[in-house]
């Protein structure tokens, strides 16, 4: 569920987003393909999501260019243009360079 | 709900966790008081929160100095004390510096 990411640099995508109120079922099975298909892209690393009033997706890659190659990809280009249009009623995309990390 | 962060760049704290199972009023006004807190500190710009299965908090700061600085915090330090012995079974922090942001 947390991410299992390389030592840093790395690169980090957050997406967070506040949904409309339709097509549950639909949604969650575009998004599980996402996932999916991302987790087949060159350069990703990982993910974790959660949601509750707003959603938050932050996916893991490589390099700034396996984010365009992944945000180019033709399904995906799709689903962003379902998401734009209808499944969400604000959303905002951070790209962001991961300097440094720690846990248990 | 979504941050209302300026133009980048700017640094986010992602910070990832999976919870024990106990005391959930007693962690959610540990939770609720550290946002209030960190809120307050000089460099806040937002903060995104959501909770499933994997719990993901993004803090979004000015600079890596006040970064450090709410690291440091004497309040802060305590919740994180709680945080590795007691409220998490694991966690993941990740600093990162936005370099681009879009949405709608």
Redesign the interface.
Known sequence: ???H?PK?PYY?V?F???RNDLDESDYQAMAARMVELASQQPGFLGV?????????T?SYWESLEAIRQWKAHVEHREAQRLG?ERW?A???????????????
Chains 1, 2 share one sequence.
């Open positions: 569920m947390i991410a990411t840093p980090a957050i967070t987003s506040v974790e999501s959660a949601r509750e009033e707003v959603g938050i932050v734009r969400y604000t959303f905002k995309t951070r790209i962001s360079r991961v300097e440094r990390d720690y846990g248990i």
